[in-house]
């Protein structure tokens, strides 16, 4: 299942498809007795992000009705959709229990190659780190993925898929949600205790609920899968105005089964009904990889850019994951990689209020922390969109001098931004979090992902090889750095043993660095010290790791008092009932994007600022003032020198058209 119609190599252009299954339609059981009856969880949409959510109900046992309107996965079997997931991700799937079959099946690239006309321009390597489990990133077509999710969820058993149900309206009441479905047989109704609104960007949830947002198209791109016979370096291919796509970009990178992706830009007026015809396709890519170079189109089609992100993720019982929450164009991987967090930080909240383990505004902080993630990456896409298709004078003036400046200056290329890849977003402002109170150089600060480092699970005396995160129940974990079991204090191992939070899910684990294993507590053998120096620790040192695997608190001793105060906190016992921090209007045209970290990053947005500011006429006065000023600031002439030496070789360069890379 999930393989293109084609064998490996073609002996001529066609247009293929792919062959995916079809999952049958069975009437619901509120449709034959008529009874809306009431279910914990309804998950609606069986995408990425509602499959990862329905899998990690039914790992902690609580069931499920997932609805979806389609009878496949994919964009109803036509496209390869998302295609590079985070090492987060992977790690998340490894714990539902189908992330093995994620990294076998995917792709690994390490390098990140950026062309300016036919030239390299940029190669940054993402060095594998030999510590980590996962790749940085590894690219996969979505459906595969949700064929493994779906593969999960039937050997689970807790979940009840149900294909063809089209979601028509939505009502919210105080103690439950009450959904009205359509299927090929007539209306029926079904509640939720909790409703998991995950059905993507032009979700019939949000539409019913009457909280559809102002949304920013940005761009239109072609974008097609092809199985092609030619060697190609497996690597990120992003080209700035190629010969065979001139004034535009294009992207390619390699998926599974010997099928890339291409990417390829056509503007905001462009006619994306003439732009996905054969026609057109196989003219686009006979450009880019040459008339005589056989392929085959596995599918094509044209996307439309946007920006969009949701004032409020949770309406009452209702909370919205994913799309249906965030939207933003696919730069960095940071749309279905994001969509994957929601659901990690969202289920185990759901499951610690359904259990009576914790209060329902427990609840609340899925918005507090979630939306804010969602606006950083829609922040880091807003900018690399803006480098690869510039809006304004300024924004194309300033590109294009990055761009010349980077074929040979080493400092300015991390400016090229043609993607930040996504990556886990801090809880460090969240109410659940304990700030530390001890001085740590190092080591995932409270709110941060942690590290899976390479260690040895111990049984008795012999150890086997694995990684920190193995087997994370998605409880709440209490790593205690012990160096060696005889050195625990025989005070702390009793109260870890006997007194540790009993009405809540929390897990020790003891790190050593030699010895046999301990026969309370699952035991960690850290022989080469990987793990103490992630995380900066030292004999005696205490990390609280909550469920979804970020940073609760942390201390240099073990002191029962604020490991109890510091669990309850995350676990929303001292949470407050309202909302904190800045809102943000949910009109993505309005949508105010918080500063780059970065300061070149800050002083490349000043330069943009001021360069639109000024009249067209007076732009150069600005350069050449700003030239000026800059020169008196700095101390020393060699400097200065240098920087004049090296801009009249660039520009004498450009004039001549040479623009190899150094």
Request: charged share 30%; with cysteine; glycine share 8%.
């Amino acid at each position: 299942m999930g393989e293109p119609r084609t064998p490996v190599f073609m002996s001529a252009k066609e247009v293929l498809g792919y062959d995916l299954p079809r999952y049958l339609y069975r009437m619901p059981e509120e449709q034959r007795t008529r009874r809306a009856a009431r279910h914990p969880v309804i998950v609606v949409g069986a995408g990425l992000v509602g499959l990862t959510a329905a899998v990690d109900l039914s790992v902690r046992g609580i069931p499920v009705v997932l609805l979806d309107d389609s009878d496949t996965v994919g964009a109803r079997g036509l496209s390869s959709r998302g295609v590079n997931f985070a090492r987060r991700s992977l790690e998340i799937w490894d714990r539902l229990g189908m992330g093995d079959r994620v990294v076998e099946k995917g792709v690994v690239w390490n390098v990140h190659r950026t062309y300016l006309g036919p030239d390299t321009i940029y190669a940054y390597e993402m060095n594998p780190d030999p510590d980590q489990k996962h790749p940085a990133i590894l690219a996969l077509q979505q459906y595969h993925v949700e064929q493994y999710l779906i593969d999960r969820l039937r050997e689970l058993g807790m979940a009840d898929l149900r294909w063809r149900n089209e979601v028509v309206s939505v009502n919210v009441k105080p103690d439950h949600a009450s959904v009205e479905v359509r299927t090929p047989d007539r209306l029926y109704g079904i509640e939720a205790e909790y409703l998991l609104a995950c059905d993507g960007a032009r979700s019939a949830v949000r539409k019913s609920l009457g909280l559809d947002s102002a949304e920013m198209a940005f761009d239109r791109w072609f974008i097609s899968d092809v199985k092609i016979e030619t060697e190609i370096a497996r690597e990120r291919h992003l080209w700035i105005d190629p010969p065979f796509h001139e004034g535009r970009c294009a992207l390619l990178i390699e998926m599974a089964d010997g099928v890339w992706r291409t990417d390829m830009q056509l503007g905001e007026d462009a006619d994306m009904a003439d732009a996905v015809t054969p026609e057109r396709a196989m003219e686009r890519l006979d450009r880019m990889f040459g008339v005589d170079t056989s392929y085959g189109i596995v599918w094509a089609g044209a996307y439309s850019f946007q920006f969009r992100v949701l004032d409020e993720f949770r309406h009452g019982r209702v909370f919205f994951l994913g799309d249906a929450a965030h939207e933003n164009p696919p730069f960095g991987g940071r749309g279905g990689n994001g969509g994957i967090q929601d659901a990690d930080n969202l289920v185990w909240k759901l499951d610690l209020v359904l259990r009576g383990r914790a209060p329902s505004r427990l609840l609340d902080t899925y918005h507090r922390e979630r939306h804010p993630a969602a606006v950083e990456n829609i922040a880091q896409t807003a900018r690399s969109c803006w480098f690869l298709s510039p809006q304004s004078r300024g924004r194309r003036l300033l590109r294009d001098a990055v761009l010349s400046f980077a074929k040979t200056d080493l400092e300015i290329r991390p400016l090229v931004n043609t993607g930040r890849m996504s990556v886990p977003f801090s809880y460090d402002s969240s109410d659940l979090i304990t700030a530390d109170s001890d001085k740590w150089e190092g080591g995932p600060s409270p709110g941060a992902a942690v590290p899976n480092c390479r260690v040895e699970t111990m049984d008795g005396s012999s150890a086997l090889a694995g990684h920190l995160l193995d087997d994370w129940g998605g409880a709440f974990v209490c790593l205690y750095f012990a160096g060696a079991v005889a050195d625990m204090p025989e005070d702390e191992r009793r109260y870890l043993r006997e007194k540790l939070q009993a009405d809540l899910p929390v897990e020790t684990r003891l790190l050593v660095t030699g010895g046999d294993a301990d026969a309370d507590f699952r035991t960690i053998r850290d022989s080469r010290n990987t793990a103490f120096r992630a995380y900066a620790a030292k004999p005696g040192c205490v990390y609280l790791v909550r469920p979804d695997g970020h940073v609760a608190a942390r201390w240099r001793t073990f002191d029962p008092e604020r490991v109890e105060t510091a669990i309850s906190r995350a676990a929303g016992r001292h949470a407050p009932a309202g909302a904190t921090g800045p809102r943000t209007p949910s009109s993505a045209g309005d949508l105010r994007l918080p500063d780059p970290e970065r300061l070149d990053e800050r002083l490349f947005e000043r330069l943009v600022d001021s360069v639109d500011a000024a009249e067209p006429e007076a732009v150069p006065v600005f350069l050449e003032r700003l030239v000026l000023y800059l020169s008196r600031r700095i101390e020393d002439p060699d400097i200065v020198r240098g920087a004049i030496s090296a801009s009249l070789q660039d520009v004498a360069a450009d004039a001549h058209g040479d623009s190899s890379p150094a």
